[in-house]
């Protein structure tokens, strides 16, 4: 497992991505840079974000035991699976946690990964694939561009997931931080997109922190 990780953000409670109520993981670093992301500063591997993987373990351990915990953990960035050994590290230590449900998107697709880590359905439940594409809009309120699909593969969750994908409202969640910034997580559509300041990352997931 590589030591270090690049990390743009980790918060709880995330009620936008994802079924229920979630811990969230964003990485930093994308190499796919997809047209009409938003938020370009996710794409560098700023080494400014570098985190100890176990630091990140251990920030995961403590959303997961908060009463009531998480009811599952959303993967997403940046491009995690740009930095494979670290966030096959920190998959496998949330299933030692106990974490079942890990919902990952990422801008390769589902079939190209597979090939690569043929590990991954033992270790996520769900997966949303594909590059977000500008100007291929959705109604779907799970993701950013029509293109994108919903993999499913932990069937104990398909009652859970069919309800998320098929849900009329799309959410998002505004914090204002500690230090008076205001965090946006969620996936508006996309003829809302340039109302907001910086909500999207590259996969079309947002979850963003701005001054």
């Given amino acids: 497992m590589k030591d270090t990780v690049l990390v743009h953000l980790m918060h709880f409670p995330v009620y936008a991505l994802g079924p229920g109520t979630r811990a969230g993981l964003w990485f930093q670093g994308c190499t796919l840079r997809c047209r009409g992301c938003v938020t370009p500063e996710s794409w560098s591997f700023d080494p400014k974000s570098s985190v100890p993987v176990p630091d990140v373990i251990e920030g995961l351990r403590a959303f ?15 491009e995690p699976f740009d930095q494979p050994d670290a966030l096959f590290g920190i998959l496998r230590a949330a299933r030692e946690l106990g974490v079942r449900d890990v919902l990952a998107y990422s801008g390769y697709r589902a079939e190209a990964l ?3 880590y043929p590990q991954l359905p033992q270790l996520l439940s769900a997966l949303v694939d594909g590059p977000f594409e500008r100007g291929n809009r959705t109604d779907s309120v799970w993701k950013g561009s029509l293109n994108q699909r919903l993999v499913l593969f932990d069937g104990d969750f398909r009652e859970r997931y069919e309800a998320w994908e098929q849900s009329p409202k799309r959410k998002m969640q505004l914090i204002g931080m500690d230090d008076g910034r205001k965090l946006l997580i969620g996936i508006p559509r996309q003829e809302d997109v340039f109302r907001l300041k910086n909500p999207f990352f ?3 997931s947002g979850g963003r922190q701005w001054n």
Avoid at 64 to 78: A, K, V, W
């Fill in 64 to 78: 997961f035991r908060t009463e009531p915990p998480p009811d599952g953990l959303t993967i997403s960035g940046g």
């Fill in 114 to 116: 597979l090939e690569s």
């Fill in 202 to 204: 590259c996969d079309g």
